[in-house]
C-alpha cells in the first residue's frame, strides 16, 4: 500500500496559466514599489486549491530552466513559436520561487531539461512506495500514467480537474498512456512546433495506433496501410522519428529530491512575512486549509 501522497507541481503551467487569466484585463497587481505579482497570486490560488483537493503529505514545484534544452538541440524549431514572456511576467519567474520557498517546497529544475522531466525522473521515483498526483495544465505529462501516478490536469474555472489515471486513462483517450509519445511522434504538436507527419492528424493517428500499437510495428506493417498514409510517412520517416523523441519525457534525468524535504508543513510566519512583502491581501485565507 503506497504510504504517502506526493503532489509534483508543473510551476510554469500554473504561473503561465494565472498570468494570462488576470493580465488580459489589465490586472497585473503591482506592489508599491511597482513590481506585478498576478501571476504569483494566482499560482498560489491554483496551489492551494490543489492541496485541498487532493490533501498530499509531500509537495514539490519543478520548474523549467531557460529555453535551449536538449530537445532545442535536436530540433532548432522546438518551440520556437513561442512569443517572449511579457514584460509584467519577467520579474514575477523569480519572485514565484521565493514563495515557493517561503511555503517550505523545494525547487526542482536541471538546466538542458524541461520540467516534464524534472517530473517525469521524480513521479517515476517516487512510484515505487507513493501515490503521485501530477498538477499541470499539460497534456504532454499524460504519457506519465501508471500504477500509482495520475494527472490532474487544471480546467476552466477555479477547482476544475479532469484526472487521468490507470483504470480511466484507455475509456478516455483510446490509447494506453505510453502510446501518448507515439501517438504526438504520428501527428506533431503545434504548440510545441513540431509537425510529426504531415498530413496525418490525430484520428488517423488514434486509429494507426490502436490497430498497430507502436509505430514500429505500424512501419513492419507499412505495405498494409493505404497508398496515401504510406506515402505520407514515407516522405516524413525522419520526421517521425524525431516528433518521438521529441515527444518522449525523459524519466532518467540525473536529479533527486528527498521526501524528508518535501513534507507539506508550512511555517506561517515565512509564508506571511513573504505574502505582506507582496502585499496580497487576507493572508489569512491562504492558511486555511494549509
Given at each position: 500500500m503506497a504510504s504517502n501522497k506526493v503532489l509534483l507541481v508543473d510551476g510554469m503551467a500554473l504561473l503561465f496559466r494565472g498570468f494570462f487569466a488576470t493580465s488580459f484585463r489589465g490586472n497585473f497587481m503591482y506592489t508599491s514599489k511597482g513590481v506585478p505579482t498576478n501571476g504569483v497570486y494566482q499560482f498560489l490560488r491554483y496551489l492551494m486549491d490543489s492541496v485541498q483537493k487532493f490533501?498530499?503529505?509531500?509537495?514539490?514545484?519543478?520548474?523549467?530552466?531557460?529555453?535551449?534544452?536538449?530537445?532545442?538541440?535536436?530540433?532548432?524549431?522546438?518551440?520556437?513559436?513561442?512569443?517572449?514572456?511579457?514584460?509584467?511576467?519577467?520579474?514575477?519567474?523569480?519572485?514565484?520561487?521565493?514563495?515557493?520557498?517561503?511555503?517550505?517546497?523545494?525547487?526542482?529544475?536541471?538546466?538542458?531539461?524541461?520540467?516534464?522531466?524534472?517530473?517525469?525522473?521524480?513521479?517515476?521515483?517516487?512510484?515505487?512506495?507513493?501515490?503521485?498526483?501530477?498538477?499541470?495544465?499539460?497534456?504532454?505529462?499524460?504519457?506519465?500514467?501508471?500504477?500509482?501516478?495520475?494527472?490532474?490536469?487544471?480546467?476552466k474555472g477555479q477547482g476544475n480537474y479532469e484526472v487521468f489515471d490507470q483504470d480511466n486513462f484507455y475509456e478516455k483517450k483510446g490509447l494506453s498512456p505510453k502510446q501518448i509519445i507515439d501517438l504526438k511522434g504520428l501527428m506533431g504538436d503545434s504548440s510545441d512546433n513540431y509537425p510529426g507527419v504531415k498530413g496525418i492528424g490525430e484520428k488517423t493517428a488514434i486509429k494507426l495506433l490502436q490497430e498497430y500499437e507502436t509505430i514500429d510495428d505500424l512501419l513492419n506493417n507499412i505495405e498494409k496501410l493505404p497508398k496515401g498514409v504510406q506515402a505520407k510517412i514515407n516522405a516524413n520517416l525522419d520526421m517521425l522519428h524525431l516528433s518521438r523523441s521529441l515527444a518522449e519525457i525523459k524519466c532518467d534525468v540525473p536529479i533527486s529530491c528527498s521526501l524528508d524535504t518535501s513534507e507539506w508543513n508550512v511555517n506561517l510566519e515565512t509564508a506571511t512575512n513573504k505574502l505582506n512583502e507582496l502585499e496580497f491581501k487576507n493572508i489569512d485565507r491562504w492558511f486555511a486549509t494549509s
Amino acid at each position: 500500500m503506497a504510504s504517502n501522497k506526493v503532489l509534483l507541481v508543473d510551476g510554469m503551467a500554473l504561473l503561465f496559466r494565472g498570468f494570462f487569466a488576470t493580465s488580459f484585463r489589465g490586472n497585473f497587481m503591482y506592489t508599491s514599489k511597482g513590481v506585478p505579482t498576478n501571476g504569483v497570486y494566482q499560482f498560489l490560488r491554483y496551489l492551494m486549491d490543489s492541496v485541498q483537493k487532493f490533501e498530499p503529505t509531500h509537495v514539490i514545484c519543478c520548474w523549467d530552466m531557460g529555453s535551449k534544452t536538449f530537445r532545442t538541440e535536436l530540433f532548432a524549431g522546438y518551440k520556437a513559436n513561442r512569443d517572449e514572456p511579457p514584460k509584467e511576467l519577467i520579474p514575477q519567474f523569480d519572485l514565484v520561487k521565493e514563495v515557493v520557498e517561503a511555503f517550505n517546497m523545494p525547487n526542482i529544475g536541471l538546466e538542458n531539461f524541461e520540467a516534464d522531466d524534472c517530473i517525469g525522473t521524480l513521479a517515476h521515483a517516487y512510484s515505487l512506495e507513493n501515490e503521485v498526483t501530477v498538477l499541470t495544465g499539460d497534456q504532454d505529462l499524460l504519457q506519465l500514467v501508471k500504477e500509482n501516478i495520475r494527472i490532474a490536469i487544471m480546467r476552466k474555472g477555479q477547482g476544475n480537474y479532469e484526472v487521468f489515471d490507470q483504470d480511466n486513462f484507455y475509456e478516455k483517450k483510446g490509447l494506453s498512456p505510453k502510446q501518448i509519445i507515439d501517438l504526438k511522434g504520428l501527428m506533431g504538436d503545434s504548440s510545441d512546433n513540431y509537425p510529426g507527419v504531415k498530413g496525418i492528424g490525430e484520428k488517423t493517428a488514434i486509429k494507426l495506433l490502436q490497430e498497430y500499437e507502436t509505430i514500429d510495428d505500424l512501419l513492419n506493417n507499412i505495405e498494409k496501410l493505404p497508398k496515401g498514409v504510406q506515402a505520407k510517412i514515407n516522405a516524413n520517416l525522419d520526421m517521425l522519428h524525431l516528433s518521438r523523441s521529441l515527444a518522449e519525457i525523459k524519466c532518467d534525468v540525473p536529479i533527486s529530491c528527498s521526501l524528508d524535504t518535501s513534507e507539506w508543513n508550512v511555517n506561517l510566519e515565512t509564508a506571511t512575512n513573504k505574502l505582506n512583502e507582496l502585499e496580497f491581501k487576507n493572508i489569512d485565507r491562504w492558511f486555511a486549509t494549509s
